[in-house]
Nanobody, 122 residues
Framework: QAQLDESGGGSVQAGGSLRLSCAAS????????MGWLRQAPGKEREFVAT????????YYGDSVKGRFTISRDNAKNAVYLQMNSLKPEDTAVYYC???????????????WGQGIQVTVSS
């Protein structure tokens, strides 16, 4: 059974930074990519960033390009999301997820963490 555990969320003022971590275990060995997605109250789940395990190639959603950076540690089966220049509109529950393909479509992710809250105040 796959398990994804997020950590590092919290509250920060606009312009600040946070770093999210995701530790993967179990049946994620077949996953080709790991991603971060988010969901704000009353909104649909939104793609944030993804990284291909083998190559390290990354993709970002338009709203976070230039501010967020996704990275991985293959030895630790861990993925990170460095979030800089945070804005109030970044407030959401952030999910770590694994997919068998490189994808920006939330429904293509096979395994999900429980989510972690990020709150950015103005």
């Amino acid at each position: 059974q796959a398990q994804l555990d997020e950590s590092g969320g919290g509250s920060v003022q606009a312009g600040g930074s946070l770093r999210l971590s995701c530790a993967a275990s179990g049946r994620t060995f077949s996953s080709n990519s790991m991603g971060w997605l988010r969901q704000a109250p009353g909104k649909e789940r939104e793609f944030v960033a993804t990284i291909i395990w083998r190559s390290g190639i990354t993709y970002y959603g338009d709203s976070v390009k230039g501010r967020f950076t996704i990275s991985r540690d293959n030895a630790k089966n861990a993925v990170y999301l460095q979030m800089n220049s945070l804005k109030p509109e970044d407030t959401a529950v952030y999910y770590c997820a694994a997919s068998s393909i490189g994808t920006m479509t939330p429904s293509n992710y096979d395994y999900w963490g429980q989510g972690i809250q990020v709150t950015v105040s103005s």
